[in-house]
């Protein structure tokens, strides 16, 4: 079973950037469905991004579009922020889903399908 470990998180300005890693040990790293989730505080989780088995094929949520990018390389998933802004403050997760069937292309983007997961990274934006 694989274990997602973030890091990558702190403090930064309105304007700033931050790259997110996810380590992922412990399974098969190639035949998971990775996510990146976030919590804000005093809310529930949400959606953030995912990438496929085959890293071909990525969503986003529309409230990051065209400021973060998911990306995965060998047993690492990534997630660069830029433009951040004060909203953007929370806790974020990474996740991992089993991938099924013959299409490596799948994303997944509800946090019930994703059953395993990190113990997130603090992201705070100063305004």
């Known amino acids: 079973q694989v274990q997602p470990v973030e890091s990558g998180g702190g403090l930064v300005q309105a304007g700033g950037s931050l790259r997110l890693s996810c380590a992922a040990s412990?399974?098969?790293?190639?035949?998971?469905?990775m996510g990146w989730f976030r919590q804000a505080p005093g809310k529930g989780r949400e959606f953030v991004a995912c990438?496929?088995?085959?890293?071909?094929s990525s969503y986003s949520t529309d409230s990051v579009k065209g400021r973060f990018t998911i990306s995965r390389f060998k047993n690492a998933v990534y997630l660069q922020i830029d433009s951040l802004k004060p909203e953007d403050t929370a806790i974020y997760y990474c996740?991992?889903?089993?991938?099924?069937?013959?299409?490596?292309?799948?994303?997944?983007?509800?946090?019930?399908?994703?059953?395993?997961w990190g113990q997130g990274t603090q992201v705070t934006v100063s305004s």
């Open positions: 996740a991992a889903a089993p991938g099924v069937g013959g299409n490596y292309d799948l994303c997944f983007y509800e946090e019930y399908e994703f059953g395993y």
């Open positions: 412990g399974g098969a790293f190639s035949t998971y469905i």
């Open positions: 990438i496929s088995r085959s890293g071909g």
